[in-house]
């Protein structure tokens, strides 16, 4: 118990000391007060994630201070944030004289079940994970702050617990660190989620950085020295970093990109950091850059000023790419202190540098979240996919016929343009005008365009429109739209089909509607009224199934016939393993991503049609594993079977070339366990584009024929595509 005492009040002291700001007397006595108040309450013999509880909440408190960059009284509420409203503890925290501390406590157990620690939460709780910040915008920064520290000791969770955990950080609080600017939370968590869900990438890069460790330090130190030397003679104050791209960023770059590790060139960026004062900011930025470009040439397309127009999340910086002498490239970042302060800290720095008092400053950006929220369905089902392209995106700045700049996400079209105006602007748009030019609502906006929106009164949202929208407002407003339209068809659909039985002399009921969902496969009976209304049940037919005296109904085969699954225990827990030798559980391929033999797989028990085997990179991965990590079965290959045909897509681009049909069709002719299910080709303009789907035995054969395929003249990327 003694040992306990030094390591809580050493664990103190390191919070007062990453306490931004000087720390008084009185802020000594609150945290003592507030550690004592969780000394009384947390059983000290109670361990969790390697330590006992109240060290883990005082370690929680210090992670809130010096990652987020929030004050004391976050800090205490994140130290209290396990302690229950009906513990005699709990009235004790009014001696602290901060009502807003039990506000941010009861926000926080609102997010997670504290006493479970159960972190494998579903995107509805993440849902109102968000809703929460209506009270205290505290209580978002201190779960990422939480969420943080469970990703650094994720050593310490069960095999069961670690792939859910890293599943649902890596898609839904990395992408909210990004949006709030916590871009360091947000790769070190990509990294620590990466590690685990994909270990061989992972390690393969850290073990090339680590080989690359000294060439590169030498080209940084080549580098900076004359880019140092004339600001040194120029009497600028600065402070000159180097920073390693992450794991993570390397990867998706390379995925991005389709290139080798060697082939990244932006492995690293040099940070320059200028000491001046607010009134200066700018031309200080901007002289560093001359400098900069003066001793190397820039990349024109590379150039990012994020110092005249800061990102939504108030990013500052003015980045360029330039090259050696050598031809080498080195990503430039040019900041001031406050700037780089606010890239570190996230919205807690840029508010508080704003003057807002306390740690408020999230209206902004939860008035937009809002309205989304507001909309999306109660089962969370459309959250993820609405919500994630307006985490991640970067903006473009576009401006409206009077002149007013609108900020919208990288990749938004005139549609997203004009749900931003507003949903009645968005609901009847028919097209518009970018830089006086006619377009489509499909048209993608760049930075600078003015655009202007043309409507009818006629128009209303069409189903394709979710194909041409990113942004977060406009697909809710499109899906809800959409939602009102089914009611009233169905409600027409629903009166047709009583009026027909009536005639027919059919009692209508559940016994009726139950029968006809089986017979269609609808999971609700709204589904099968619309579908009658809109004419894709034909009313005959649903007599003839009323009327019928015998069923003999069969049940659907398995699509892959070849293959059979068996359970086997181990003890890394239960594995489903494919082999043909052996029958018992109902599965089947899933035909969103095509898994071929060799691929990385896993099972998801599904509700009424078995299990189903999904690639490890499937598209749908990342929602069945953050919302039903309970329904995630672990699978594998047994053997390979050359006789065996895998569905596989191959998609081709590249430019119009005499016989480069002919040679893809020869290529294709050489592999004799390959059956060509589907070619389809098209050349416009000079551009070659085709898609192929293929029957392969296994994936060796796949890249050997994707391989093959590259080296075809003209040919300039192929890729595997998914259903």
């Given at each position: 118990m003694a040992e306990l005492g030094v390591q809580i009040r050493s664990r103190q002291s390191l919070v007062l000391k990453a306490m931004p700001g000087p720390v008084t007397e009185a802020d000594k006595k609150m945290l003592q007060l507030a550690t004592e108040i969780a000394g009384n309450y947390y059983p000290h013999d109670a361990r969790y994630l390697g330590e006992p509880l109240p060290l883990y909440y005082l370690e929680l408190a210090r992670v809130t201070v010096s990652v987020i960059g929030l004050t004391l009284p976050a800090a205490i509420s994140a130290l209290l944030s396990g302690v229950s409203e009906d513990s005699q503890e709990w009235e004790r925290i009014d001696e602290l004289n901060d009502p807003?501390?039990?506000?941010?406590?009861?926000g926080l157990s609102r997010v997670t079940a504290l006493k479970g620690r159960d972190f494998t939460g579903q995107a509805?709780?993440?849902?109102?994970?968000?809703?929460?910040?209506?009270?205290?915008?505290?209580?978002?920064?201190?779960?990422?702050?939480?969420?943080?520290?469970?990703?650094?000791?994720?050593?310490?969770?069960?095999?069961?617990e670690r792939l859910p955990v890293a599943s649902e950080t890596y898609f839904l609080f990395a992408p909210l660190a990004h949006r709030l600017g916590y871009y360091n939370v947000k790769s070190e968590m990509e990294d620590l989620a990466m590690k685990l869900m994909e270990p061989a990438?992972?390690?393969?890069?850290?073990?090339?950085?680590?080989?690359?460790?000294?060439?590169?330090?030498?080209?940084?130190?080549?580098?900076?020295?004359?880019?140092?030397?004339?600001?040194?003679?120029?009497g600028i104050k600065y402070d000159l970093k180097s920073r390693t791209k992450s794991i993570h960023s390397i990867w998706q770059k390379m995925k991005r990109q389709g290139v080798a590790f060697d082939e990244v060139f932006?492995?690293?960026?040099?940070?320059?950091?200028?000491?001046?004062?607010?009134?200066?900011?700018?031309?200080?930025?901007?002289?560093?850059?001359?400098?900069?470009?003066?001793?190397?040439?820039?990349?024109?397309?590379?150039?990012?000023?994020?110092?005249?127009?800061?990102?939504?999340?108030?990013?500052?910086?003015?980045?360029?790419?330039?090259?050696?002498?050598?031809?080498?490239?080195?990503?430039?970042?040019?900041?001031?202190?406050?700037?780089?302060?606010?890239?570190?800290?996230?919205?807690?720095?840029?508010?508080?540098?704003?003057?807002?008092?306390?740690?408020?400053?999230?209206?902004?950006?939860?008035?937009?979240?809002r309205e989304v929220l507001g909309t999306v369905e109660k089962e969370g089902t459309g959250f993820l996919g609405d919500i994630r392209p307006g985490l991640y995106a970067d903006e473009?700045?576009?401006?409206?016929?009077?002149?007013?700049?609108?900020?919208?996400?990288?990749?938004?079209?005139?549609?997203?343009?004009?749900?931003?105006?507003?949903?009645?602007?968005?609901?009847r748009c028919i097209g518009g005008k970018i830089n006086g030019r006619n377009v489509?609502?499909?048209?993608?906006?760049?930075?600078?365009?003015?655009?202007?929106?043309?409507?009818?009164?006629?128009?209303?949202?069409?189903?394709?429109?979710?194909?041409?929208?990113?942004?977060?407002?406009?697909?809710?407003?499109?899906?809800?739209?959409?939602?009102?339209?089914?009611?009233?068809?169905?409600?027409?659909?629903?009166?047709?089909?009583?009026?027909?039985?009536?005639?027919?002399?059919?009692?209508?009921?559940?016994?009726?509607?139950?029968?006809?969902?089986?017979?269609?496969?609808?999971?609700?009976s709204q589904d099968l009224y619309?579908?009658?209304?809109?004419?894709?049940?034909?009313?005959l037919q649903i007599k003839k199934v009323l009327l019928r005296t015998e069923e003999h109904t069969e049940e659907e085969p398995a699509r892959t016939p070849e293959l059979q699954t068996q359970e086997e225990t181990t003890a890394g827990g239960d594995?489903?393993?494919?082999?043909?030798?052996?029958?018992?559980?109902?599965?089947?391929?899933?035909?969103?991503?095509?898994?071929?033999?060799?691929?990385?797989?896993?099972?998801?028990?599904?509700?009424?049609?078995?299990?189903?085997?999904?690639?490890?990179?499937?598209?749908?991965?990342?929602?069945?594993?953050?919302?039903?990590?309970?329904?995630?079965?672990?699978?594998?290959?047994?053997?390979?079977?050359?006789?065996?045909?895998?569905?596989?897509?191959?998609?081709?681009?590249g430019v119009e070339n005499l016989g480069i049909v002919t040679r893809i069709t020869e290529i294709l002719s050489e592999f004799k366990t390959v059956a060509v299910k589907n070619f389809t080709y098209s050349m416009n303009n000079g551009l070659f584009e085709g898609r192929i789907e293929i029957l392969v035995p296994n994936i060796n054969v796949l890249y050997g024929i994707i391989k093959k395929i590259q080296s075809v003249k003209g040919i300039t990327r192929v890729t595997r595509v998914d259903n």
């Open positions: 807003s501390i039990k506000e941010v406590i009861r509805e709780n993440f849902r109102k994970l968000l809703l929460s910040l209506a009270d205290d915008g505290r209580v978002i920064l201190i779960a990422l702050a939480e969420r943080l520290l469970v990703m650094r000791r994720l050593d310490w969770l069960t095999d069961k990438e992972y390690n393969e890069i850290e073990a090339r950085l680590k080989q690359t460790t000294t060439s590169r330090n030498r080209l940084i130190r080549e580098f900076s020295q004359p880019v140092m030397a004339k600001l040194d003679a120029l932006d492995i690293f960026a040099i940070r320059i950091i200028i000491d001046t004062d607010p009134a200066h900011e700018k031309s200080s930025c901007w002289q560093v850059y001359s400098v900069v470009t003066d001793l190397y040439q820039p990349d024109p397309s590379r150039m990012r000023d994020w110092i005249s127009v800061p990102k939504t999340n108030g990013y500052e910086s003015l980045h360029t790419t330039v090259v050696t002498p050598a031809g080498r490239w080195v990503e430039v970042q040019i900041r001031t202190r406050r700037m780089d302060e606010i890239a570190e800290k996230g919205l807690a720095a840029h508010f508080r540098y704003k003057g807002i008092k306390g740690e408020g400053g999230l209206d902004t950006w939860m008035a937009q979240m473009v700045f576009v401006f409206t016929p009077k002149g007013e700049v609108r900020q919208l996400p990288v990749g938004a079209t005139l549609l997203d343009f004009a749900f931003d105006i507003h949903t009645e602007v968005g609901s489509q609502l499909k048209q993608k906006l760049q930075n600078g365009d003015h655009v202007s929106v043309i409507t009818s009164s006629k128009q209303t949202p069409k189903r394709d429109w979710l194909s041409y929208v990113i942004t977060n407002k406009a697909r809710a407003k499109i899906k809800q739209a959409l939602n009102e339209e089914k009611f009233k068809l169905a409600a027409d659909g629903k009166e047709m089909l009583t009026r027909r039985l009536k005639n027919w002399k059919i009692p209508y009921g559940d016994a009726t509607v139950v029968k006809l969902l089986t017979e269609y496969g609808f999971k609700t619309f579908s009658i209304a809109i004419g894709e049940i034909d009313l594995y489903l393993v494919i082999d043909e030798k052996v029958e018992g559980l109902d599965y089947k391929l899933a035909r969103c991503c095509n898994p071929v033999f060799g691929d990385r797989i896993f099972g998801f028990v599904t509700v009424l049609e078995g299990i189903k085997i999904h690639r490890a990179t499937c598209p749908n991965a990342d929602f069945m594993m953050s919302n039903f990590p309970y329904r995630i079965v672990r699978a594998r290959w047994t053997r390979l079977d050359a006789s065996r045909g895998f569905l596989a897509t191959v998609k081709l681009t």
